[in-house]
C-alpha cells in the first residue's frame, strides 16, 4: 500500500551516546510467528544488541523480544535473527568491521510499507573523555539557546 511511509517502533537512544556513528544500512529482518505484532506493539528491545557477519551473513544478536500474548509459539526472546542485506552491502559491513574497536549497532526498528526494518550503524566506542565532551557541548548549546531567548523577549 503506497504512502503508509514509515513507523519507528523501538530505538536504541544509548547507541548515540556510547558510539560515534558512521554509515548506516537498512536491513529487513526475519521474524517467526508472532513475532511481528510484538514488535508492533513496541515489546521488543535494542538495548545491549549488536550485529555480527557470519560466513557471510548478517546476524542481529541480543535484541529481545517478548511472546506476544495471544500466541501458541513458544520463541526463544533473545535468539539471533537473520538480517537481509545485498551481498554488496555485507561485504562492504565486512571490511568495515574488520579493524578493530568498529562494531555494528542496531540504531532503531521501523516499519516501511508493512515490513518490518532494522536501521544498523558502523560504528566505533566513545571513551569516557569523549562523552562528557559531548554533554558539555551540548549544554553550552542549551545555554545560548536560553540566552538567545531571553534576548529576544
Known amino acids: 500500500m503506497p504512502g503508509r511511509g514509515d513507523k ?14 558512521g554509515d548506516t544500512f537498512e536491513c529487513g529482518v526475519v521474524l517467526h510467528g508472532a513475532e511481528v505484532k510484538s514488535i508492533r506493539d513496541g515489546r521488543a528491545n535494542l538495548q545491549d544488541s549488536y550485529a ?16 506476544y ?5 513458544d520463541l526463544d526472546p533473545v535468539r539471533p535473527r537473520k538480517l537481509l542485506l545485498h551481498r554488496r552491502q555485507i561485504d562492504e559491513i565486512e571490511k568495515a568491521t574488520a579493524e578493530k574497536g568498529v562494531t555494528l549497532v542496531p ?20 571513551r569516557k573523555y569523549d ?16 540566552a538567545l531567548k531571553e534576548s529576544h523577549r
Open 69 to 73: 500474548a495471544f500466541s501458541r509459539d
Open 107 to 126: 540504531l532503531r526498528v521501523y516499519f516501511s510499507d508493512g515490513r518490518a526494518k532494522v536501521e544498523i550503524a558502523v560504528a566505533t566506542g566513545k
Open 8 to 21: 519507528t517502533v523501538i530505538t536504541n537512544r544509548r547507541a548515540r551516546h556510547d558510539y560515534t556513528l
Open 131 to 146: 562523552k562528557r565532551q559531548a554533554i558539555a557541548t551540548r549544554d553550552a548549546q542549551r545555554e545560548t539557546e536560553r
Open 52 to 67: 555480527r557477519v557470519d560466513s557471510g551473513e548478517v546476524w542481529l544478536h541480543g535484541m529481545h523480544v517478548s511472546p
